[in-house]
């Protein structure tokens, strides 16, 4: 078994990008006009029972995986931390690109992506430098 320290910076870099992410969202959940993919929303959609809600929560979620990927440290655990950044920042960049959003928010959502891609290849690259071969 391998030390997980071996995956301290890409563990660093997922882990600031899910609390500066969660210093977002868990903000919105007052007030859901604070997060930018939920500015244009009015009515029933911008309660936390409708759009806004679900919205909120799977940004939650994806912030909680990347955290415990980001503290529990195994390697896989960190992969899929990292692909939650990279999943939900990419989205969030293209639709905010396509559909008119702040460019502030698309541009940041893509420079988080970028960062969880490279945190993720990193894990994926020292893991396979690191293991050693199993003859049967």
Known sequence: MFSNKQYLVPRILIGLMALA???????AYVNPTMNPGLTTLTGD?????????A???????????????????QRHLVMIGGFAMMFMNGHDAL???????PAI????GL???IIA?????????KSEAV???RDR
């Open 117 to 125: 891609a490279i945190a993720i290849f990193l894990v994926w690259r």
């Open 55 to 73: 919205f909120l929560g799977r940004q939650l979620t994806l912030i909680i995986i990347a955290l415990i990927g980001a503290i529990v440290g």
């Open 45 to 53: 959609a911008l309660s936390l029972g409708e759009t806004a809600g």
């Open 21 to 27: 992410m969660a210093a977002a969202t868990i903000p």
């Open 105 to 108: 928010a698309a541009v940041a």
């Open 131 to 133: 293991q050693p071969h």
């Open 95 to 101: 639709f905010m690109g396509l559909m008119g959003g």
């Open 111 to 113: 420079a988080f992506a």
